[in-house]
């Protein structure tokens, strides 16, 4: 079986997705080497690809748009989407795409109405003409079943797996943080989601009563470094806390070795890879009671109410000072770790793609074609009603401290 992967989406901004992609390219050759991947890749891929060994590459097609990869299904079986779209669909291949989340329609709020009718195209009838999906977690599996429609005979339920952390390289200019300051570290884009506001009023209470503990964080801040800046002064913590942006991997890793723990206040997630990232380093965890969060840290995490900036001030003080706390949690990720391996990653990726060659027939390929894709040009920008009661219902079912663990 060759799997045609399209990978126009491969950015460095696009987070956990793109580094699940990458370790999925990474292990794929080594692991399933009776499968290969035949990569369509786009100039802009360059940077990301070339850190992949050469028999990750060993077939690939460089193309110009993605509805090129039309003239290259003759040298494919099944055709990949590892970034929760099918595009261009329908199409006269076995297809299969993964699901990350719709956070649209839980936090509409966060949204665009341009960015609503965009999502709402391409989620909904992705799920619903593919013929086999890959759902990072129990989560998002239930978004795509209860919200989008989508068969769950054709969902497999695939937990991320944490790309190998390099050895570590500081990252810190001398005199920015004083060497041994303690810090806790988050890294994330600058998107709504990720509840920096929040976190950053957390701090401001932290810095009341300890004044030493500072906050690094990661990730892009998108465009946003005014209002990044903005928000560090009206929380007036400017002295405590350090923005690096986008790093190598190399220095997350030496972040995640020196962090008293990971704060991880985010609001929503399909799955959350830097809770495994942390868990193999064996940096303490403090995270929210939300979404998929407890699904994966378990027993690893101390949990706080991401929407409370005192519930998060608590926890990361505690993590801080706590180190019967720190040491149950960090062997608690040791174990906890072992669940999230890429063998299993790999093996319920081949699953999918099984599911997508047996479904796939001249039928479902005439009504995706005839009856799916005309509906599909309807454009809409609101949600509805029914909707707004499951996203409400499912959130609600989510929120929650996994029986054993340890909250603030």
């Given at each position: 079986m060759r799997i045609g992967i399209g990978l126009n989406?491969?950015?460095p901004d696009n987070g956990g997705v793109t580094n699940y992609a990458l370790t999925l390219l990474r292990h794929w050759p080594e692991l399933a080497p009776a499968h290969p991947m035949v990569l369509f890749s786009f100039a802009h891929?360059?940077?990301?690809?070339?850190?992949?060994?050469?028999a990750a590459r060993q077939h690939e097609i460089r193309l110009q748009t993605q509805e090129e990869v039309l003239d290259h299904f003759d040298k494919i079986d099944v055709y990949f989407c590892p970034f929760g779209t099918l595009w261009p669909r329908p199409i006269p291949k076995p297809s299969v795409l993964t699901f990350?989340?719709?956070?649209?329609?839980?936090?509409?709020?966060?949204?665009?109405?341009k960015e609503h009718e965009e999502r709402f195209f391409h989620y909904d009838w992705s799920l619903r003409m593919a013929d086999a999906v890959v759902a990072i977690s129990d989560f998002t599996r239930d978004m795509a079943v209860q919200i989008a429609g989508a068969a769950r005979s054709k969902i497999h339920v695939v937990s991320h797996v944490p790309d190998a952390l390099p050895a570590p390289e500081p990252p810190l200019p001398a005199g920015v943080l004083p060497a041994g300051r303690p810090f806790v570290f988050y890294p994330a884009n600058f998107w709504k989601h990720k509840n920096h506001a929040r976190l950053l009023a957390a701090m401001a209470r932290v810095h009341a009563r300890d004044p030493n503990l500072a906050l690094v964080c990661t990730g892009s801040l998108l465009g946003r470094e005014a209002e990044w800046h903005e928000a560090v002064k009206s929380a007036g913590i400017s002295d405590h806390v350090l923005h690096l942006g986008?790093?190598?991997?190399?220095?997350?890793?030496?972040?995640?070795?020196?962090?008293?723990?990971?704060?991880?206040?985010?609001?929503?997630?399909?799955?959350?890879?830097?809770?495994?990232?942390?868990?193999?380093i064996g940096c303490p965890i403090a995270c929210g009671h939300n979404t998929s969060q407890p699904n994966v840290a378990r027993t690893a995490g101390l949990y706080f109410d991401a929407a409370n900036p005192d519930s998060i001030a608590d926890a990361i003080l505690r993590v801080h000072e706590d180190e019967p706390l720190r040491q149950r949690l960090i062997a608690a990720g040791r174990e906890q770790r072992g669940r999230f391996t890429i063998e299993k990653l790999v093996a319920g990726h081949l699953a999918a793609f099984a599911t997508a060659r047996r479904r796939h027939?001249?039928?479902?390929?005439?009504?995706?074609?005839?009856v799916l894709l005309p509906r599909s040009l309807q454009p809409r920008t609101q949600l509805t009603a029914r909707e707004i009661r499951v996203a409400a219902r499912l959130l609600r079912a989510r929120n929650h401290v996994p029986p054993g663990c340890e909250r603030a």
């Amino acid at each position: 079986m060759r799997i045609g992967i399209g990978l126009n989406l491969l950015a460095p901004d696009n987070g956990g997705v793109t580094n699940y992609a990458l370790t999925l390219l990474r292990h794929w050759p080594e692991l399933a080497p009776a499968h290969p991947m035949v990569l369509f890749s786009f100039a802009h891929n360059e940077p990301l690809l070339a850190t992949l060994p050469a028999a990750a590459r060993q077939h690939e097609i460089r193309l110009q748009t993605q509805e090129e990869v039309l003239d290259h299904f003759d040298k494919i079986d099944v055709y990949f989407c590892p970034f929760g779209t099918l595009w261009p669909r329908p199409i006269p291949k076995p297809s299969v795409l993964t699901f990350h989340d719709m956070q649209e329609r839980f936090y509409p709020e966060f949204f665009t109405a341009k960015e609503h009718e965009e999502r709402f195209f391409h989620y909904d009838w992705s799920l619903r003409m593919a013929d086999a999906v890959v759902a990072i977690s129990d989560f998002t599996r239930d978004m795509a079943v209860q919200i989008a429609g989508a068969a769950r005979s054709k969902i497999h339920v695939v937990s991320h797996v944490p790309d190998a952390l390099p050895a570590p390289e500081p990252p810190l200019p001398a005199g920015v943080l004083p060497a041994g300051r303690p810090f806790v570290f988050y890294p994330a884009n600058f998107w709504k989601h990720k509840n920096h506001a929040r976190l950053l009023a957390a701090m401001a209470r932290v810095h009341a009563r300890d004044p030493n503990l500072a906050l690094v964080c990661t990730g892009s801040l998108l465009g946003r470094e005014a209002e990044w800046h903005e928000a560090v002064k009206s929380a007036g913590i400017s002295d405590h806390v350090l923005h690096l942006g986008q790093v190598p991997r190399a220095q997350i890793s030496w972040l995640y070795h020196q962090a008293r723990a990971l704060v991880f206040p985010s609001l929503f997630e399909g799955f959350g890879i830097p809770l495994l990232e942390a868990m193999q380093i064996g940096c303490p965890i403090a995270c929210g009671h939300n979404t998929s969060q407890p699904n994966v840290a378990r027993t690893a995490g101390l949990y706080f109410d991401a929407a409370n900036p005192d519930s998060i001030a608590d926890a990361i003080l505690r993590v801080h000072e706590d180190e019967p706390l720190r040491q149950r949690l960090i062997a608690a990720g040791r174990e906890q770790r072992g669940r999230f391996t890429i063998e299993k990653l790999v093996a319920g990726h081949l699953a999918a793609f099984a599911t997508a060659r047996r479904r796939h027939n001249p039928v479902r390929a005439w009504y995706n074609r005839r009856v799916l894709l005309p509906r599909s040009l309807q454009p809409r920008t609101q949600l509805t009603a029914r909707e707004i009661r499951v996203a409400a219902r499912l959130l609600r079912a989510r929120n929650h401290v996994p029986p054993g663990c340890e909250r603030a």
